[in-house]
């Protein structure tokens, strides 16, 4: 089945330790997001790439870092992971061409960061 | 900006009818979905909608008015599953951020037995 993978599903780090969340997808999709999510709160776009173009959030601090290599894998690297970025890490994926306005995003099951 | 707003909690019991509104207000519009959360897991796509009027899906269902800004999602024969939180997302985005989603903190929704 076509779909989109995380892994870790669950990470542990240490206060400043560098930590990388990856992202795969089978849909081939061109575009790839990355969103933080705290408890009880609306995911957060942090940032996303169209096609090989990086679009970074205004508010998305410095600290946060991604990479993606080809069409299939997207990385989220936290250079010096804070107490305050312990948070359920989503990766997302949708197809989108020039002048369609249809562009449900496809999910995986997310990372849960906790930072000690 | 972009502003998304949709009531934190609600309750229902099982069997009944339930209705989730949304507000926005965005820079631009190309569509609201609607997602489905679970506690722990990844949002799943429920709706879109992108003309005025209701969509309707078995026992989901959801309507749109762009004039006033406004959306809400039906669910209809409530079961204990359907608890979970319900996510508002707007497609305000243009150019290459066409596919860019504005998300609500969304409704927790439980369901009672």
């Known amino acids: 089945d076509a779909m989109v993978i995380q892994n870790p599903r669950y990470q542990v780090t240490q206060f400043g330790k560098p930590v990388t969340l990856s992202c795969s997808q089978t849909?081939?999709?061109?575009?790839m997001y990355w969103y933080q999510q705290k408890s009880s709160q609306a995911p957060k776009l942090l940032f996303h790439y169209y096609d090989k173009d990086f679009n970074n959030e205004a508010d998305t601090p410095d600290n946060f870092q991604s990479r993606r290599p080809n069409t299939s894998f997207c990385f989220l690297d936290i250079r010096s992971p804070g107490l305050g970025d312990a948070a359920m890490y989503l990766c997302a994926t949708s197809t989108t061409q020039r002048g369609a306005s249809y562009n449900e995003q496809f999910f995986g099951p997310g990372t849960r960061l906790t930072v000690l | 900006g972009q502003n998304i707003d949709q009531p934190t909690e609600m309750t229902a019991t099982e069997g009944a009818i339930v209705q989730i509104n949304c507000t926005y207000q965005t820079s631009g519009f190309n569509g609201l979905f609607w997602y489905q959360q679970h506690a722990g897991e990844a949002p799943t796509f429920l709706s879109y909608n992108v003309l005025d009027g209701l969509e309707e899906k078995g026992r989901f269902s959801s309507f749109l008015s762009r004039s006033k800004g406004y959306s809400y999602l039906l669910l209809k024969e409530l079961q204990m599953k359907d608890s979970a939180s319900y996510l508002c997302?707007?497609?305000?985005?243009?150019?290459?951020?066409?596919?860019?989603?504005?998300f609500g903190r969304g409704t927790q929704l439980t369901v009672w037995p």
């Open positions: 849909l081939n999709h061109n575009v």
């Open positions: 997302a707007v497609n305000s985005g243009r150019g290459s951020t066409l596919g860019r989603l504005y």
